[in-house]
């Protein structure tokens, strides 16, 4: 698999990555067997890069990345922090990153954390000197050997990459996300900060799989955060309109090469973009882990068909979600 760096973590990783938030919670029930089954398939088709955090499962997806790395060691992983207190800037002190930090090192079954990102806080936070201070600290006191941040905003987005010392910034960025092509993913590479993009799939909605009678199991948040009920309604479908999703992916199919599935042509318009370091689709099984790695061997879209996904979105997707984040 193609490898890039990971922006200033000085890291080289596979281009397509895996997302382990599934494998925690919020996605259906998804057995311990079946969680490690899954990340050995990932690694075996040229993943390097795993993303967590402490709150998946409360901790759950930490364990079981932390299983598969006494088995395979030497991949990249990355976590995130601050979601399981209640959202006040306040929290986001050194304390309690220490505190945090420790929980998440003892899950994972490390000394040090590969890259620990702030996981979507309150926006001030960004803004916060003594956060970055905070951070610092940690990576001198060998706890992380890089920070970066997973923003929802494009705004929050900049305001971290004019930080020295941010690694990465983990962003949605995917067919039906286009805003941070225009200012985000320039600013990053003049940076050297590293783009991680999320909900590649916009939750599957990207895969081609789902029609209007598709139903979610109660404990998936694409039943029960359409509307933000539970967190930011863009982590789910990327904040579009289940029904406006489903037609635009069905103006989107015509443009997929043979060869090639929904779900691939999706994370192959992504590992186009210039400045994206890696991509992080999830999987619940290992055939949805070995379709996704696979992406990265099809060769770039045409210039024709990235003006054709541009149109698609400008005509149904933009009107519901580019201002907004």
Same mark, same amino acid.
């Given at each position: ?8 973590? #000085?890291? *080289?990783? =596979?281009?397509?990555?895996?997302? $382990? ?13 079946? &969680? ?20 998946? #499962? ?20 990355? !976590? ?8 006040? !800037?306040? @929290? ?16 994972? #079954? ?6 620990? *990102? ?13 956060? %970055? ?11 992380? $050997?890089? %920070?970066?941040?997973? /923003? ?6 900049? !305001?971290?990459? @004019?930080?020295?010392?941010? $690694?990465?910034? *983990? ?7 286009? +805003? ?6 320039? @600013? ?21 799989? %789902?029609? &209007? ?20 309604? =863009?982590?789910?479908?990327?904040? /579009? ?22 779900? *691939?042509? @999706? ?21 949805? &882990? +070995?379709?996704?790695?696979? &992406? ?10 990235? $003006?054709?996904?541009?149109? /698609? ?13």
């Amino acid at each position: 698999m193609e490898t890039r760096e990971l922006g200033r973590t #000085g890291r *080289q990783v =596979g281009v397509v990555g895996l997302g $382990a938030w599934q494998l925690g919670a919020d996605w259906g029930e998804v057995g311990e067997d079946e &969680a490690l089954a899954t990340l050995h398939a990932a690694v075996d088709s040229g993943v390097t890069f795993i993303d967590t955090a402490d709150v998946y #499962g409360d901790g759950r997806s930490e364990q079981i990345v932390g299983k598969l790395l006494k088995e395979r060691p030497g991949l990249t992983v990355a !976590t995130k922090m601050g979601r399981r207190v209640a959202q006040e !800037t306040s @929290a986001y002190n050194l304390d309690n990153f220490r505190a945090w930090n420790d929980r998440s090192r003892q899950n994972l #079954g490390v000394d040090t954390l590969d890259l620990v *990102q702030l996981h979507c806080p309150p926006t001030p936070v960004y803004a916060r000197q003594e956060v %970055y201070d905070a951070l610092d600290t940690l990576v001198e006191e060998g706890r992380i $050997a890089a %920070y970066g941040v997973s /923003v929802e905003t494009c705004e929050e987005a900049l !305001t971290a990459i @004019a930080r020295p010392n941010v $690694a990465t910034v *983990q962003i949605i960025l995917n067919a039906f996300r286009l +805003k941070p092509l225009e200012r985000v993913l320039p @600013a990053a590479a003049e940076a050297g900060v590293g783009i991680i993009a999320r909900v590649p799939l916009a939750s599957g909605l990207l895969s081609g799989r %789902y029609d &209007a009678h598709t139903e979610f199991a109660a404990d998936d948040h694409r039943n029960y955060n359409r509307h933000g009920e539970a967190f930011d309604v =863009g982590e789910t479908f990327s904040g /579009v309109d289940y029904a406006t999703g489903l037609a635009a992916v069905e103006r989107l199919k015509p443009l997929v090469p043979e060869g090639m599935t929904t779900a *691939q042509f @999706a994370l192959r318009w992504v590992i186009d973009q210039p400045g994206v370091s890696v991509v992080i689709p999830g999987a619940r099984n290992e055939r949805q &882990a +070995k379709g996704n790695a696979a &992406a990265a061997s099809f060769s770039p879209l045409t210039e024709q068909t990235h $003006a054709a996904v541009a149109g /698609v979105y400008d005509e149904l997707i933009r009107p519901l979600v580019h201002d907004r984040w």
